[in-house]
């Protein structure tokens, strides 16, 4: 079974300039998150869709950072303008949804972001 | 601060036993996870234990639980230098499914 995809897995770009992050989920899963990860810090939710409708984007910072799962499936999450503070691998993970009995999240290999 | 916390680094020798501890604030906890991340890689989940146990082996790996204290380690017997890696402690409750809370990390470094 394929995992979670995500390109590009590592952008390099200036500050006030724009990014994007793709993600496909397993087949199947109908939970797509996207997490923030800093350098020397735990995983932290940005945003939970639930089929292609948003669940929970209570942190993420919507002045800059917008993402979409249109259809359902593929989600991208989108950065503009960047800061030095938005450094970060942002990882893409899903699950089956509500009902599966034990939450686990399959989480992608990332997208490192670098912002000078 | 963190609803989830953890120790920073954790140094053990090959074929010891590695013990890392997390402890947690949420009440409501329904599920405590372990997830490793190896360099340049995502998360994987490695075992997770259910708040009503207290206790879950599964080969080399041990959880144990203590919810009066809100207290979760992993016990790792006969650590392998395949070991070395981020690990994290990670909390969900029924009225936030799916939203993971997780602590810093603990990284795990194995010497021959």
């Known amino acids: 079974e394929a995992g979670v995809a995500q390109s590009p897995r590592y952008k390099i770009i200036e500050k006030r300039q724009s990014v994007a992050f793709w993600c496909n989920p397993i087949s199947g899963h109908a939970t797509l998150y996207w997490y923030q990860q800093i350098l020397g810090q735990g995983p932290k939710l940005l945003i939970q869709f639930q089929n292609n409708g948003v669940v929970d984007d209570s942190q993420l910072p919507k002045d800059r950072f917008s993402a979409e799962r249109l259809k359902g499936v593929d989600s991208t999450l989108k950065i503009q303008p960047a800061k030095l503070e938005d450094s970060a691998v942002y990882l893409c993970?899903?699950?089956?949804?509500?009902?599966?009995?034990?939450?686990?999240?399959?989480f992608g290999e990332g997208s490192r972001l670098t912002v000078l | 601060g963190e609803d989830v916390e953890q120790s920073l680094f954790l140094s053990v020798r090959e074929g010891d036993s590695s013990v890392i501890n997390c402890t947690y604030t949420?009440?409501?906890?329904?599920?405590l996870y372990w997830y490793k991340q190896e360099p340049g890689a995502g998360l994987q989940l490695l075992t997770y234990?259910?708040?009503?146990?207290d206790m879950k082996q599964d080969q080399r790996l041990t959880v144990l639980l203590n919810k009066k204290d809100k207290h979760l380690s992993l016990r790792i017997a006969d650590t392998q230098t395949g070991d070395s890696a981020i690990y994290f402690c990670a909390e969900i409750s029924t009225d936030s499914w799916g939203k993971l809370q997780f602590g810093a990390g603990t990284q795990v470094v194995v010497t021959p």
């Open positions: 234990i259910f708040s009503n146990m």
């Open positions: 993970a899903s699950s089956l949804g509500p009902g599966e009995d034990t939450g686990e999240l399959f």
């Open positions: 949420d009440s409501s906890s329904t599920y």
